[in-house]
């Protein structure tokens, strides 16, 4: 098969992360890979000049035929392509009208190495275009003939909804448009036979993660990063001059970028389209938020707007008039920022590299299994998998809830969102506003907030939430610093709302960490517990943690303190929670090492060949090791659990001088070997570096980095963030609930049941709660690690896409 990839639209991060991820999997299920530049605008001009005017003189290995190319002169000709190709002409609405000086070819051949390295660079590469022409039948005729003519007849459209609507409507047509082609005599009956149907799949590119059916789609995590970049260095100024500002944000019918951004930037106040404001007055209700807010000494204030942003009367409300309200009635000195196009741009985070990847190989596959009688499918993500959705059914949807909207019914248009949508609202709500509601005095309770082990992104922010929610139900939230140690020293002191207003951003734990077990002198824990008054425990951290749980659970058969609702929120960048798909940190720590990854990778590079050993931490759970290889397109990989021996080492220098050997003569290249700490104590980073150097000789050089503690991320990922916030006020509505049940026992002989020591897990993206007991039949306690983690098959998809399997044999 002959498969076209191609991005159309605005463009967003991770559009070159899914050509890449086609390119690849294309040639390594045996396809024939083509990228079509500029969009569908690029279909339409198709190829007017003659192949031999491309320059090949850097002939790339097209795997897995490797060594020699099928066809070498057609592949690698987008090095050649990149950069000065001439100037788009576009008319005032954006739509293309032509170019200048291009070479005249749209359509070109690549091979698995032209798309090397890619996903590292923002936009997209191939360019992209609003075709005004593709719009017309004559303009899809065209681009129908300059398919067949190349003999592809399997396209790959990475855009919004307006582009995967044309790409349905260019699928329905196909077979009209190949009678037509025939009849006017522009092709020949064999080629109208063999290319009778066209096969289409969808990824969605779309920083406003505004389509339905999907969960996120390609770049919008990437924005959101950007958006709460400016958000923090907002902060700082904002608070230094005690002023307002009003952040106008993309997100034209779609208000998940401001929302995340208010939930994730701790913002006071956000406006978005399928929520207005319900009051009949918005600026009333935003100023009294915003008042209290001041009353109890806040020094600063953010507003976030959507550009879609409406009043419950359709009114569009505006970033400059959101500014003159505040000043006008509140008096506050009020700055407007608009980000603009700086959302858009720069290099994808790491959810924007690991999922338009997963995406571009099911892409792949669902082209290969299509039928002319199967519907056009739209590969989406839902759950935390890589799902199949049949393309116009999720436009349709996405259009209901502009009509919604439209239409001022706001709750069917919330409900047409995901359900982490509608919870992340109402966790803007919980913990942004200072209305409080108190429940009824028995059921209000002293609330014990810990950290354990070491820190991880968003361990602060869901302290901060957990406190706000405490204190709008009228419960006591009370900080215990320094883990078990700190308890045992009576280093507790309670919190209040704004004294945890700036956590969200903050990095590290507030609180203070410790790796001390209760079982350290269970009976004063106890003690403790009772001294204080504890009558719920929330504990943030990895392992240490859970273990933590478990000894105090077992502890209650002695001691009557313990039989409280208790609760694990997992937070550690290593992952190694079992159970748990994700724990708090580990987005962040994935995004430190992309960063640093794209540093080294860069380094590498630019010197002679080098191949860089990353070590990674991790403990004893390959988790970072694993995903952050498939974020940065690290060559190879070892993992604890998979171990290392001599004949995997054997193998993988044959694969790397292999490789080097392959590349183009003269280019230097740059690649990365990620290791985890403990994949092996006698092949450290140390061995493994200088047995590259030493077998590497003329071909390629060796050095290694250990990333160690960078991992923990400075400020933690929106994600993170965000993912704290709903975490938290789940755990302690689970606490609340558990309390409730006790109540109804005398309180001298209160039996907290096992259910109610508790983990907070993402089973597939929904919430499980798992009891402690539970969870040890899933643990691997001796590794302090789960088993079978969900993400275990990625190590071999990473080094194939790298070409390990494929090259290994060939020298
Ligand atoms: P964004 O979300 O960034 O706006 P989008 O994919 O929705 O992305 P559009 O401008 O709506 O962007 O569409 C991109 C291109 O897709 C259009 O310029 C046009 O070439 C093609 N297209 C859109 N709708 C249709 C249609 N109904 N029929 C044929 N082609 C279409």
């Known amino acids: 098969m002959k498969i076209a990839v191609l991005t159309s639209g605005g463009d967003s991060a991770g559009m070159n992360a899914v050509v890449r991820a086609v390119v690849k999997a294309g040639i390594l299920r045996g396809c024939e890979t083509w990228v ?77 190495d032209d798309v090397r390295g890619w996903f590292a660079e923002g936009g997209t590469l191939i360019g992209t275009a609003r075709s005004k022409t593709f719009r017309t039948v004559e303009g899809r005729m065209q681009a129908a003939e300059n398919m067949i003519r190349e003999g592809i007849d399997a ?87 005690s002023r307002a500002f009003v952040l106008e944000v993309m997100g034209r019918h779609c208000g998940w970028l401001a929302l995340l951004a208010g939930v994730s930037g701790g ?96 892409a792949v596959e669902a082209l290969l299994e299509a039928t002319p009688h199967s519907p056009s499918y739209m590969i989406g993500i839902q759950e935390n998998k890589i799902t199949r959705i049949p393309l116009m059914e999720a436009v349709a949807m996405t259009r209901a809830v502009s009509s919604a909207i439209e239409a ?42 810990m950290h354990m082990g070491a820190p991880a992104g968003g361990m602060n922010a869901a302290t901060r939430a957990a406190v706000r929610y405490c204190i709008r139900h009228g419960h006591t939230p009370i900080a215990v610093h320094n883990g078990f140690r700190g308890l045992l020293d009576d ?50 951290g990895g392992f ?80 970072i090791a694993t995903v952050g290889a498939l974020a940065t397109g690290a060559s190879l990989v070892y993992t604890p659990e998979q171990g290392m021996d001599l004949d995997t080492l054997r193998r993988d220098v044959r694969f790397l001088k292999t490789r080097y050997t392959l590349d183009a003569k003269g280019k230097s290249e740059g690649r990365l070997v990620i290791k985890n700490e403990a994949a092996s104590q006698v092949y450290n980073t140390d061995v493994i570096t200088r047995m590259l150097k030493e077998e590497g000789g003329s071909l390629f050089d060796a050095r290694s980095a250990s990333l160690g503690h960078t991992l923990q991320g400075g400020v933690p990922s929106p994600l993170d963030r965000a993912r704290a916030v709903r975490l938290s006020l789940k755990c302690m509505a689970f606490i609340e609930r558990e309390h409730v049940k006790l109540l109804s026992q005398p309180s001298r002989t209160r039996h907290a049941t096992p259910d109610s020591a508790a983990i907070i897990t993402i089973q597939s993206s929904s ?45």
């Open 36 to 112: 079509v530049r500029e969009g569908y605008e690029g279909l339409v001009r198709g190829n007017t000049e003659a192949l031999s005017e491309q320059s090949t003189d850097n002939p790339s290995v097209n795997l897995p035929e490797a060594a020699s190319p099928a066809d070498g002169a057609s592949v690698n000709l987008i090095h050649n392509l990149r950069f000065g190709d001439g100037e788009l002409l576009k008319d005032g609405t954006g739509d293309y009208l032509g170019t200048r000086s291009l070479k005249g070819r749209y359509i070109v051949r690549v091979g698995f």
């Open 155 to 241: 396209l790959v459209v990475c855009g919004g909804d307006g582009s995967l609507t044309g790409a349905d409507v260019f699928r329905a047509e196909w077979p009209k448009l190949v009678e037509a082609l025939h009849a006017e005599g522009r092709i020949t009956a064999e080629k109208a036979q063999m290319h009778a149907h066209l096969k289409i799949v969808g990824l969605v590119g779309s920083i406003d993660n505004d389509m339905s059916m999907t969960d996120l789609t390609i770049g919008a995590p990437t924005a959101l990063v950007r958006i709460c970049e400016a958000i923090d260095n907002i902060n700082s100024t904002a608070s230094s001059h």
């Open 267 to 362: 913002a006071d106040f956000v406006f978005i389209p399928e929520r207005p404001p319900t009051s009949e007055s918005w600026e009333n209700e935003m100023c009294d938020c915003i008042q209290k807010h001041r009353e109890v000494g806040k020094r600063k204030t953010i507003v976030i707007v959507a550009e879609g942003a409406i009043d419950r009367d359709l009114k569009p409300i505006k970033a400059d008039y959101v500014k003159d309200v505040l000043a006008e009635r509140l008096g506050l000195d009020t700055r407007v920022t608009t980000l603009g196009h700086t959302q858009r741009g720069g290099r994808p985070c790491a959810y924007d590299r690991v999922l338009p990847t997963l995406q571009g190989i099911e």
């Open 408 to 449: 001022k019914d706001f709750d069917k248009a919330m409900s047409y969102r995901d359900p982490e949508f509608k919870e992340s609202f109402e966790g803007f709500i919980t913990t942004s506003t200072l209305e409080q509601r108190k429940l009824p005095p028995q059921q209000r309770i002293k609330v014990a907030i």
């Open 491 to 540: 280093n507790i002191h309670e919190l209040s709302w704004l004294g945890v207003d700036s956590w969200m951003a903050r990095g590290g734990s507030e609180l203070g960490t410790n790796r001390t077990l209760p079982s350290t002198d269970l009976g004063a824990v106890a003690a403790k517990f009772q001294q204080h008054q504890f009558q719920a425990l929330l504990m943030i």
């Open 544 to 623: 240490e943690a859970f273990n933590s749980l478990l000894i105090l659970e077992e502890g209650r058969k002695h001691y009557p303190a313990f039989h409280i609702p208790m609760v694990h929120l997992p937070a550690t960048i290593s992952n190694n929670v079992p159970m748990t798909e994700w724990s708090l940190g580990s987005d962040t720590s994935l995004n430190a090492l992309v960063d640093a990854c794209d540093a080294i990778k860069q380094s590498a590079s630019a010197s002679r060949n080098r191949v860089f050993v990353v070590e990674t931490q991790g403990g004893k759970c390959g988790y």
């Open 767 to 811: 919430l499980k709660w798992v009891s402690v007991q539970e969870m040890v039949a899933h643990a691997d306690m001796e590794n302090r690690r789960g088993k079978n983690p969900w993400w275990s098959g990625l190590k071999e998809l990473a080094e194939t896409l790298a070409g390990r399997p494929q090259l290994v044999g060939l020298h």
